[in-house]
């Protein structure tokens, strides 16, 4: 089926450890985003790529960065994880940028600092 | 900025009854998208329900429908028949038709728990 797929599904890192989260897809998407939801919060928008036009929020921190190799693939790299990037982190496409168009979401990696 | 605002933190309904989540927003723009995701335990985010802010008619989507209030900015999410596996956080969502910096601006989430 297609799908968003998002490895690995938990990952524990060390305060300062670089870590990468990937994310794939089969649905031949444009758009792929990166969301990071805290425990009881809403997920909060970290940057999209359009094809391969990187939009970066205003309020994601320095210490977050994301790449797009090709249109399957989307990573996103925290350079210094602090105690306060736990959370979950969830990839998402979308067949084209607009609002009517839906987004897929994967299942998520739940990220754990230590 | 716009705003959305889950008022229901938790709540529970018995299975084959109807339940209603609640959502507010805030917003000067008058072209915009409202949804309704569902996130299982577990599992990912799926689009339960939209709804486009210039359409008069509430959308439907089998027991899933809602209730959508322009001028008051409000739009509930109406579950009929409750299943055990409609279980999980419902998130209320806004996206601008006129912004197009493609964001989706979430509430924080009503936990739906589902009684047997």
């Known amino acids: 089926d297609a799908m968003v797929i998002q490895n690995p599904r938990y990952q524990v890192t060390q305060f300062g450890k670089p870590v990468t989260l990937s994310c794939s897809q089969t649905l031949n998407h444009n758009v792929m985003y990166w969301y990071q939801q805290k425990s009881s919060q809403a997920p909060k928008l970290l940057f999209h790529?359009?094809?391969?036009?990187?939009?970066n929020e205003a309020d994601t921190p320095d210490n977050f960065q994301s790449r797009r190799p090709n249109t399957s693939f989307c990573f996103l790299d925290i350079r210094s994880p602090g105690l306060g990037d736990a959370a979950m982190y969830l990839c998402?496409?979308?067949?084209?940028?607009?609002?009517?168009?839906?987004?897929?979401f994967g299942p998520g990696t739940r990220l754990t600092v230590l | 900025a716009q705003t959305v605002t889950q008022s229901q933190p938790e709540m529970s309904v018995q299975e084959a009854e109807t339940v209603t989540l609640s959502c507010t927003y805030d917003?000067?723009?008058?072209?915009?998208?409202l949804f309704w995701y569902k996130q299982p335990p577990s599992r990912q985010m799926i689009l339960v329900i939209r709804?486009?802010?210039?359409?008069?008619q509430n959308a439907t989507e089998n027991r899933f429908s809602v209730n959508f209030q322009k001028a008051a900015k409000s739009f509930s999410l109406k579950i009929s028949d409750s299943q055990l596996g409609d279980a999980a956080m419902y998130f209320c969502?806004?996206?601008?038709?006129?912004?197009?910096?493609?964001?989706?601006?979430f509430g924080k989430g009503t936990r739906l728990h589902i009684l047997p």
């Open positions: 969502a806004y996206r601008s038709e006129m912004n197009r910096d493609d964001k989706i601006i």
């Open positions: 917003t000067s723009e008058s072209d915009y998208y």
């Open positions: 998402a496409t979308s067949r084209e940028a607009g609002s009517y168009n839906e987004q897929f």
């Open positions: 790529y359009y094809d391969k036009d990187f939009n």
């Open positions: 709804q486009e802010a210039y359409k008069q």
